[in-house]
């Protein structure tokens, strides 16, 4: 069972173009939501999570959406630049308990000079 | 001043032997973690450890046995490794929140 479900698999922008990545989740319990970012042969990197109390967080280029009824989050990568191209995943967790993350399968993103 | 750091990075081996991964952090975080990254980028939990004490143990085969010697330190060792565990395994630590901080990775080929 997928609990995260990640789309699209691969996303091809161009420069100063927005990328978007949307996630979707099921298991109501989660209630921490990261953005990793992944570079060939590196570990993921965490780039911006949010809470359920909030609908929307900003860290320069890079906002997350999030929709609490429809248990939908995505990433907006504003003004994309080539140096963003690396696969990016979404994640989910518990703020207690259990707080192993449960990622989405991954989304490719190349940015287009 | 890695932060979290694996060794060794790359580990080739043949089918049927035991193998070791080796896991360190210096953040005074209390919570360790491995994860497997399957050939399609896939992660997916493996193990937890909290204060040296297994809190997650998924359905991972008993080949595989974490060891947690303290609160900085978590190994992973494979027994009668097989053709199915080549992936690339990461360490990762987090303290009192949901910040994961991912070691380099470690690719295991089993040949």
């Known amino acids: 069972q997928q609990q995260v479900k990640q789309s699209p698999q691969s996303l091809i922008v161009q420069k100063g173009g927005i990328s978007i990545i949307n996630c979707a989740y099921e298991n109501t319990a989660f209630d921490y939501f990261p953005w990793y970012q992944q570079f060939p042969g590196k570990g993921p990197a965490l780039l911006i999570a949010i809470r359920p109390d909030v609908s929307e967080k900003k860290e320069g280029r890079f906002t997350i959406s999030f929709n609490k009824s429809a248990k939908q989050f995505s990433l907006h990568i504003m003004d994309s630049q080539p140096g963003d191209s690396a696969t990016y995943f979404c994640?989910?967790?518990?703020?207690?308990?259990?707080?192993?993350?449960?990622f989405g399968s991954g989304t490719r993103l190349q940015v287009q000079p | 001043d890695t932060a979290v750091s694996q060794t060794p990075k790359y580990l080739v081996t043949q089918m049927g032997n035991d193998k070791s991964i080796k896991c360190e952090q210096n953040?005074?975080?209390?919570?360790m973690y491995w994860y497997k990254q399957d050939s399609k980028k896939f992660l997916k939990i493996m193990f937890s450890y909290n204060n040296k004490e297994l809190i997650i143990n998924e359905t991972v085969p008993n080949r595989f046995s974490p060891k947690s010697p303290d609160k900085a330190h978590l190994n992973l060792h494979i027994n009668s490794l097989e053709l199915g565990d080549s992936a690339v395994y990461f360490c990762?630590?987090?303290?009192?929140?949901?910040?994961?901080?991912f070691g380099p990775g470690t690719r295991l080929t089993v040949l």
């Open positions: 953040l005074g975080h209390d919570t």
């Open positions: 990762a630590s987090s303290h009192n929140n949901n910040e994961q901080f």
């Open positions: 994640a989910a967790s518990m703020d207690t308990g259990r707080r192993a993350l449960t």
